[in-house]
Every structure is written in C-alpha cells, then in structure tokens.
C-alpha cells in the first residue's frame, strides 16, 4: 500500500518519489540515505488487480527515460524499441515502471544531490552503494506505488543483476524475472576495467577530490577517457571490424596523434557525448557497486542458495554468444543455480557478432524470444491482451 509519509512530485507518466528522513534506506555499508528521492517513469496503465506491472532495470549508464525523449540529449529512449504498443513490451498490456537507480544523476539521490548536512552536493561523501542498496529503493518505490507483486522484473547488463537481487531478495513480490547479458558476479577482468575508468576521472584536475561541483567544473576529459574504454567492452571484435576495419577518418595518415581511424573518431565521439548526460562521481559509485556485486558471497559461497525462496518464480536468462563482457558460460552458471534451487527457467544463448550491447540494438531473436515468454507468462498469470 502507498504509504502516508511518502510525497511524490508526479507528472502522468512518473515523477520523483520523495520518502522523508523518517523512510531512510540503510545501506549494506551501515550507511542510510535521508531523505531519499527516487526518479521514476511509467508507461501503459496499471489493471484493476494491479497484476501486470513490469520494472525495467537500467544498465550502467542509463536511466528511467527508457522509451521517451530524453530531456538532455533530445534522443529517443535508451530501450524505445522494445517498449511501446505491439512492442515485446505492449504497453496496451502492461504498466512498464522505470527508476533511476541511487547513486545516480538523473534525479534520483547520488553524489550531486544535496547533502542535507551541509547544504551542499554529497561529492565524495556519498556512502558507498551496492546493487543489494539499489533494488532495497526500488522495493520502496513498488510499494509506495500500492503494488504488492510485479508481473515481471527485467533488465540487461547491470539491469540484469538487479534482477537476480530482485528474484533473491524480494521473491514473494515478483511473478517472473527476465536476467539478459549480466553474470552472478563481477570477474576480476570487469572490475580492472572499471578501475582504469575511474583512475581516468580521479586523474582529470578538474576532478577536484570528488568536489568539483563546487569549483565550478567538470572532469570531461578523465570521464570521456572511462566512457571510451568501457565502451570497447560492450562491442565485440567482430563488430568492430565489420563497422570499422582499419578505414581511415580521411584520405592519408596525418603522421601525428589526430584521430587517423575511423574507429578512433567513433570512441572519441562516445566519450565526448557521454559526459552531457553524465556525471562522473556518477561513474566512480556505480561501476564500484558492480565491482561489489556477487550474490553467491551473500550466501555462503552457494548461487543456488540465492534463490531457495524463488521456487515459484518463472525465469528466462538469456546471452549474446559474441559478449566477453558477460559471457555465455555466466549466464549458464545461473541457469544451473536456478535448476539446482529447484526453480522453473529457462535459458537462450541467441547468436550474434553484436557483442554485449545487442540487447539494446535491433535483435529479432530477442524480441521473439521475449514475446513468446511474456505470453505465457502473461496467461499463467491470468493478464487480459488488452486493458480497455
């Protein structure tokens, strides 16, 4: 049920859900966070049994502006093709809500919020967030929103690891759990990426200790740098060869440090783009909430132990044979977790050069991998086709 101390700032389709001091999240650091805002979007409507609201989870980068217009870039949402009516995500048959995870800066409580100690934006005394703290705020959301169980919950990348807390922590509250392209904990390989993106921020003077909002600037440089490198993780070496091979920018080499590759100019075109819609304290507290994650530790060492209580709950992991981000053989080691807790799922590893980022392009298989499984999900759970 809605609670009676929590305010939102709404709009139609979302707004900013303000829980006050007496709401605070305790984090998994001891830390609590209060007040708290949460910035959320919804899509479609919510049926009379409140039964077929889905939670879409975001990606490291990304935010609850998931299919419409972002209001600082001016480009469509970041998962516009696949929610909508007729879309994998019919909207004319579900109630879609997404949320801007903690930590992060698009409305919901980061490190550019203000410190309610100080009056002044957290920087770098931000508590330390995990992804156990980010579904933790979204569970307060839900039910805020007077919904008792989610028809779904879905999300690729670190979407995909919300979804496994969501399945281990809240199982009673979700009906399905839909993990792409995530593993049940980050690799050594994936933390040292992250850690040469932020050793790329804290690099940049501008960074000012975290304080730079302060200063009146901003790390671009270190930030473009970080977004440059884990960007080469989301592709695949295939991908990048067919886009770019070794073309040139121009005719002849410039016998200098210009970018001369295609593929130099796209990255830098990446990391020039990036920093206008993000903030790198941002960065730093979110790539370290991945580096954290790893749901066996949270129970002894066992995956399967995770999801004990998830026995009811219907799953569908699926994989991009090209990702070395998030390989196959992770997504399989939560399939046999899953198999192993005795719960009901079932895996597709689709074939693709695309690499990790193919949930978010054009990828017929997923989508009809995803509708086939939102229909018969959707009939067990007895949601009508359309909500008129």
Not at 13 to 35: I, M, V
Not at 74 to 79: Q, T, V, Y
Not at 235 to 260: H, M, V
């Amino acid at each position: 049920m809605t609670t009676a101390a929590a305010k939102s700032a709404e709009t139609e389709d979302g707004g900013t859900w303000r829980f006050p001091a007496s709401q605070a999240l305790r984090l998994e650091s001891g830390a609590t966070l209060a007040p708290l805002e949460i910035a959320y979007k919804t899509y479609g409507a919510l049926d009379a049994a409140k039964s077929n609201a889905v939670l879409v989870c975001h990606a490291l980068t990304g935010d609850q502006h998931l299919a419409s217009t972002h209001p600082m870039t001016g480009k469509p949402g970041w998962w516009d093709r696949f929610v909508g009516p007729g879309k994998p995500l019919d909207t004319d048959r579900y109630f879609v809500i997404c949320s801007n995870v903690i930590g992060g800066c698009m409305g919901s409580t980061g490190p550019a919020s203000t410190n309610p100690q100080t009056g002044e934006p957290y920087g770098l005394a931000f508590p330390v967030i995990t992804i156990g703290d980010m579904v933790r705020a979204q569970a307060m959301l839900i039910d805020a929103l007077g919904i008792d169980t989610l028809f779904a919950v879905i999300g690729g990348s670190m979407g995909g690891m919300q979804v496994l807390q969501w399945a281990a922590d809240y199982p009673e509250k979700v009906f399905s759990a839909i993990c792409i392209a995530a593993a049940p904990r980050h690799s050594a390989q994936n933390i040292a990426f992250h850690e040469v993106g932020r050793q790329a921020i804290m690099a940049d003077p501008d960074w000012r200790g975290g304080a730079y909002e302060l200063a009146g600037v901003r790390p671009e440089k270190g930030l473009a740098v970080a977004r440059m490198a884990a960007h080469i993780t989301y592709l695949s070496e295939a991908a990048l060869q067919r886009k770019f091979g070794r073309e040139l920018q121009r005719d002849g080499l410039s016998w200098g440090f210009d970018a001369d590759f295609q593929v130099e100019s796209y990255l830098r075109h990446q990391g020039a783009s990036f920093v206008d819609r993000f903030d790198a304290n941002s960065y730093l507290y979110i790539t370290r909430a991945l580096d954290y994650f790893d749901l066996a530790g949270q129970h002894g060492g066992v995956l399967a132990q995770a999801f004990q209580k998830a026995r009811k709950v219907r799953f569908c992991v699926l994989s991009f044979s090209s990702d070395w981000l998030y390989p196959t053989p992770e997504s399989r080691d939560i399939v046999r977790a899953l198999n192993a807790a005795g719960a009901r799922a079932s895996f597709v590893e689709i074939e693709t050069d695309k690499g990790h980022d193919a949930f978010f392009l054009d990828e017929p298989q997923l989508d009809a991998t995803l509708k086939g499984f939102f229909s018969s999900t959707a009939q067990a759970r007895g949601i009508s086709r359309g909500l008129a």
